[in-house]
């Protein structure tokens, strides 16, 4: 019996040009690769940087280079007549830090953060679930909450020091007719941070009222549905599923609120101006004074170079208790 033995013949080597190029390519030290940008690449990336450089330009021009220059004139003595420009180390940051009225702005400052972020969140939360209930003729309401905070800081201060008017204004005029004590609103050390306040929830509350809104639309009706068919109420469903369903909102606005209050300005400088005896002086309106009325362009710069540091480490703080929280909430 023989046996018959078939050979196959080997396939031949793959001689393409495409396999060939990505052999040479290969080659080298390390096996490392070469990549080749496809033709035109280059034209079209001349092309995105030629969009880009309006922004690019002006973006350096507004905010880069005045940052640069603003942290130079705080080691420096300049004065806003232009004398003074030589360099002159730490002295201003050592004499803003024993500068008793920068400290006292700072916790003005803090203070008005305080007291505006916890009824800015919660009247806030507050009109949306108002509004969110289906109340007849929403556009009204939602007009009338946001409104106020399409008006110009000026108009608003104008209206409320009309309202806080201790003889015409028509708040004392109510107090009087119930027999209460009428306040001198803003000349009052005890009572003008809380009438700088008031007038601020008053003017910015909309905008927040917006964010709860678009995010209580989001949430599911069949999380509701489940929830009624499992018995619960409208408390429980509130404390269950709406509160936990706003947490990324409600930091979000916490976020932004704080970082807006501690950058107040505006209405206080037109209804108070630091006033009375400066108890509502803010950090930023003693930066103004310093550099504007005190003629010290690089110890005010220094004074702002310092709260930015604070401002930056409040943020990120702020950012860490958010993410940490958001971790927990998807564990």
Do not use: C
Not at 23 to 29: D, E
Not at 144 to 163: D, H
């Amino acid at each position: 019996m023989t046996t018959t033995t078939v050979t196959t013949p080997a396939a031949p080597a793959d001689r393409s040009p495409a396999t060939t190029g990505s052999r040479a390519r290969a080659g080298g030290t390390g096996g490392g690769t070469t990549t080749r940008l496809r033709p035109g690449a280059h034209k079209e990336n001349r092309i995105g940087w030629g969009f880009a450089a309006p922004f690019t330009i002006l973006f350096a021009l507004f905010l880069v280079w005045p940052l640069l220059h603003g942290l130079y004139l705080s080691f420096t003595g300049q004065s806003l007549t232009g004398q003074g420009g030589e360099l002159i180390g730490f002295a201003n940051y050592a004499e803003a830090f024993a500068d008793g009225a920068m400290w006292r702005s700072m916790l003005n400052t803090f203070w008005f953060t305080i007291l505006s972020t916890i009824p800015l969140v919660a009247v806030a939360l507050v009109l949306a679930l108002l509004v969110n209930t289906g109340l007849p003729g929403q556009w009204l309401w939602r007009l009338s909450f946001f409104l106020p905070y399409l008006l110009a800081s000026t108009v608003v201060s104008l209206f409320w020091i009309q309202l806080y008017s201790p003889t015409l204004g028509p708040i004392n005029n109510v107090l009087a007719t119930l027999g209460l004590p009428q306040p001198a609103w803003l000349q009052d050390p005890d009572t003008a941070m809380i009438a700088v306040v008031a007038t601020t929830v008053w003017w910015t509350v909309g905008f927040n009222f917006l964010l709860y809104l678009a995010a209580l639309q989001n949430i599911p009706d069949q999380q509701y549905e489940a929830a009624s068919l499992d018995g619960a109420g409208r408390w429980r469903s509130l404390w269950s599923i709406t509160i936990p369903q706003l947490g990324p909102t409600t930091g979000l606005i916490v976020i932004l609120q704080v970082l807006a209050s501690l950058k107040v300005f505006d209405q206080i400088y037109q209804m108070t101006n630091g006033g009375p005896a400066g108890t509502t002086r803010s950090t930023v309106q003693y930066i103004f004074e310093s550099g504007f009325t005190g003629y010290r362009f690089g110890y005010s710069s220094a004074i702002s170079y310092i709260f930015f540091a604070v401002i930056v480490v409040i943020s990120i703080a702020q950012f860490s208790i958010t993410a940490r929280n958001r971790k927990g909430a998807q564990r």
